[in-house]
Protein backbone atom coordinates (compact mmCIF):
# COMPACT_ATOMS: atom_id res chain seq x y z
CA UNK A 1 0.00 0.00 0.00
CA UNK A 2 1.04 3.65 -0.77
CA UNK A 3 1.85 6.31 2.01
CA UNK A 4 -2.04 7.20 1.55
CA UNK A 5 -3.72 3.92 2.13
CA UNK A 6 -1.23 2.93 5.49
CA UNK A 7 -0.98 7.04 7.27
CA UNK A 8 -3.47 9.72 8.18
CA UNK A 9 -1.51 12.79 7.08
CA UNK A 10 -2.10 16.50 7.02
CA UNK A 11 -4.25 19.21 8.77
CA UNK A 12 -7.41 20.51 7.51
CA UNK A 13 -9.77 22.80 8.67
CA UNK A 14 -13.99 21.77 8.91
CA UNK A 15 -16.44 23.45 11.07
CA UNK A 16 -19.10 20.88 13.58
CA UNK A 17 -22.55 22.00 11.87
CA UNK A 18 -25.60 22.98 13.46
CA UNK A 19 -26.09 19.30 14.84
CA UNK A 20 -22.55 19.07 15.94
CA UNK A 21 -21.39 16.64 12.96
CA UNK A 22 -18.11 16.73 11.35
CA UNK A 23 -17.21 16.49 7.87
CA UNK A 24 -14.65 14.52 7.81
CA UNK A 25 -11.79 15.74 5.10
CA UNK A 26 -12.24 13.59 2.16
CA UNK A 27 -8.62 12.50 1.93
CA UNK A 28 -9.76 10.49 4.96
CA UNK A 29 -13.20 9.44 4.22
CA UNK A 30 -12.16 5.98 2.01
CA UNK A 31 -10.04 4.48 5.35
CA UNK A 32 -13.22 5.76 7.39
CA UNK A 33 -16.58 5.16 5.69
CA UNK A 34 -16.62 1.43 7.43
CA UNK A 35 -16.14 3.44 10.88
CA UNK A 36 -14.42 5.41 13.46
CA UNK A 37 -13.49 4.53 16.94
CA UNK A 38 -13.79 8.04 19.04
CA UNK A 39 -12.12 8.37 22.40
CA UNK A 40 -10.61 11.24 24.58
CA UNK A 41 -7.07 12.29 23.52
CA UNK A 42 -3.93 13.67 25.17
CA UNK A 43 -3.92 17.07 25.17
CA UNK A 44 -7.35 17.45 25.21
CA UNK A 45 -8.46 16.41 21.47
CA UNK A 46 -10.23 13.40 20.25
CA UNK A 47 -8.58 10.35 18.60
CA UNK A 48 -10.36 8.95 15.54
CA UNK A 49 -9.45 5.60 14.88
CA UNK A 50 -10.41 3.34 12.28
CA UNK A 51 -12.11 -0.32 13.91
CA UNK A 52 -8.80 -2.42 12.84
CA UNK A 53 -6.40 0.32 14.33
CA UNK A 54 -8.34 0.82 17.47
CA UNK A 55 -8.40 -3.18 17.76
CA UNK A 56 -4.78 -3.41 17.28
CA UNK A 57 -4.82 -0.69 20.48
CA UNK A 58 -7.36 -2.46 22.19
CA UNK A 59 -4.89 -5.74 21.87
CA UNK A 60 -2.01 -4.02 22.89
CA UNK A 61 -3.76 -2.39 26.53
CA UNK A 62 -5.20 -5.94 26.98
CA UNK A 63 -1.63 -7.13 28.08
CA UNK A 64 -1.29 -4.66 30.79
CA UNK A 65 -2.34 -5.96 33.78
CA UNK A 66 -5.82 -4.99 35.44
CA UNK A 67 -4.00 -4.99 39.08
CA UNK A 68 -2.26 -1.91 38.00
CA UNK A 69 -3.30 1.41 38.91
CA UNK A 70 -2.30 3.16 36.11
CA UNK A 71 -3.65 0.94 33.78
CA UNK A 72 -6.83 1.11 35.39
CA UNK A 73 -7.13 5.12 35.14
CA UNK A 74 -6.14 5.18 31.38
CA UNK A 75 -8.49 2.42 30.31
CA UNK A 76 -11.38 4.23 32.25
CA UNK A 77 -10.85 7.29 30.66
CA UNK A 78 -9.76 5.79 27.41
CA UNK A 79 -13.19 4.11 27.51
CA UNK A 80 -15.71 6.14 29.47
CA UNK A 81 -16.09 8.52 26.98
CA UNK A 82 -15.82 6.17 23.29
CA UNK A 83 -17.93 6.36 20.82
CA UNK A 84 -18.40 4.02 17.21
CA UNK A 85 -19.68 6.36 14.31
CA UNK A 86 -20.33 5.01 11.02
CA UNK A 87 -20.15 8.13 8.50
CA UNK A 88 -23.52 9.49 6.85
CA UNK A 89 -23.72 9.27 2.91
CA UNK A 90 -21.74 12.91 2.75
CA UNK A 91 -19.33 11.91 5.00
CA UNK A 92 -20.27 13.39 8.31
CA UNK A 93 -20.07 11.67 12.14
CA UNK A 94 -21.61 12.84 15.03
CA UNK A 95 -18.79 14.12 17.83
CA UNK A 96 -20.91 12.92 21.00
CA UNK A 97 -21.31 15.20 24.06
CA UNK A 98 -18.75 14.02 26.32
CA UNK A 99 -16.10 14.13 23.90
CA UNK A 100 -16.93 17.75 22.41
CA UNK A 101 -16.72 18.90 26.04
CA UNK A 102 -13.63 17.42 26.73
CA UNK A 103 -11.85 18.80 23.69
CA UNK A 104 -13.54 22.00 24.04
CA UNK A 105 -15.00 21.78 20.24
CA UNK A 106 -17.69 24.60 19.37
CA UNK A 107 -17.65 25.42 15.67
CA UNK A 108 -14.04 25.82 14.09
CA UNK A 109 -12.01 22.64 14.32
CA UNK A 110 -8.85 21.21 13.34
CA UNK A 111 -8.29 17.38 11.73
CA UNK A 112 -4.90 16.56 12.16
CA UNK A 113 -3.03 13.32 10.54
CA UNK A 114 -1.21 11.81 12.76
CA UNK A 115 -0.02 8.26 11.02
CA UNK A 116 -2.69 5.03 12.80
CA UNK A 117 -5.57 8.00 13.67
CA UNK A 118 -7.13 10.79 13.06
CA UNK A 119 -6.70 14.02 16.05
CA UNK A 120 -9.73 16.57 16.50
CA UNK A 121 -8.72 19.69 18.17
CA UNK A 122 -10.39 23.30 18.59
CA UNK A 123 -8.84 25.16 16.40
CA UNK A 124 -7.39 27.80 18.30
CA UNK A 125 -6.06 25.04 20.56
CA UNK A 126 -4.96 23.28 18.07
CA UNK A 127 -2.46 26.52 16.53
CA UNK A 128 -1.50 27.72 20.15
CA UNK A 129 -0.21 23.79 20.60
CA UNK A 130 1.62 23.78 17.09
CA UNK A 131 2.91 27.37 17.81
CA UNK A 132 4.37 26.45 20.81
CA UNK A 133 6.33 22.93 19.86
CA UNK A 134 7.97 24.17 16.93
CA UNK A 135 11.48 24.55 18.40
CA UNK A 136 10.63 21.46 20.19
CA UNK A 137 10.22 20.11 16.96
CA UNK A 138 13.75 21.36 15.68
CA UNK A 139 15.34 19.86 18.58
CA UNK A 140 13.37 16.35 19.22
CA UNK A 141 14.45 14.28 16.33
CA UNK A 142 17.75 12.86 17.63
CA UNK A 143 15.95 11.93 20.76
CA UNK A 144 12.44 10.44 19.17
CA UNK A 145 14.31 8.84 16.11
CA UNK A 146 18.31 8.70 16.90
CA UNK A 147 20.25 7.74 14.14
CA UNK A 148 17.43 8.61 11.42
CA UNK A 149 18.83 12.28 10.47
Do not use: H
Amino acid sequence: MGIDADNFFGTYTPRLDDKSRLFLPAKFRPRLEGGIVLNRGQENCIYGWTTEAFGAFTDRIRETPFTNREARNFVRMLYSGASSEVPDKQGRISIPPVLRTWAGLERDVAVVGAMDRIEIWDARRWDEYSAGQEEQFSDMSDEVMPGIF
